[in-house]
């Protein structure tokens, strides 16, 4: 399973952490997707994380949240963090955490095998 954490109320321009803890499995050998869902829109992937080899990670991220979120790995603590950056309010939403196994660039919702419950962001002042 994984499990989100680090979700909350912060101002525009804030930053926030979030974290993934994964257990039962190594992510090192799955793809972790960070998703959100925002009031009455569709889930939509924001950043993903994908072991090409045990040394080399490959990111991808939604063009909103470029040069903003950086989505990285701590193997040691089985973990995979989201740092947001110049939080803006249009970033609100509930972020998922998610792991497929194997290497997908950009996982859709229907590649991923496990599912986190979810953390509520709101940027708002």
């Known amino acids: 399973q994984v499990v989100e954490s680090g979700g909350g109320l912060v101002q525009p321009g804030g930053s926030l952490r979030l974290t993934c803890t994964a257990s039962g499995f190594t992510s090192d050998y799955y793809t972790i997707g960070w998703f959100r869902q925002a009031p009455g829109k569709e889930r939509e992937l924001v950043a993903a994380?994908?072991?090409?080899?045990?040394?080399?990670?490959?990111?991808y991220y939604t063009d909103s949240v470029k040069g903003r979120f950086t989505i990285s790995r701590d193997s040691a603590k089985n973990t995979v963090y989201l740092q947001m950056n110049s939080l803006k309010p249009e970033d609100t939403a509930v972020y998922y955490c998610?792991?497929?196994?194997?290497?997908?660039?950009?996982?859709?919702?229907?590649?991923?095998?496990?599912w986190g419950k979810g953390t509520l962001v709101t940027v708002s002042s």
């Open positions: 994380s994908t072991p090409i080899t045990m040394s080399i990670i490959r990111t």
């Open positions: 998610a792991a497929a196994r194997g290497r997908l660039s950009q996982p859709d919702d229907g590649d991923m095998d496990y």
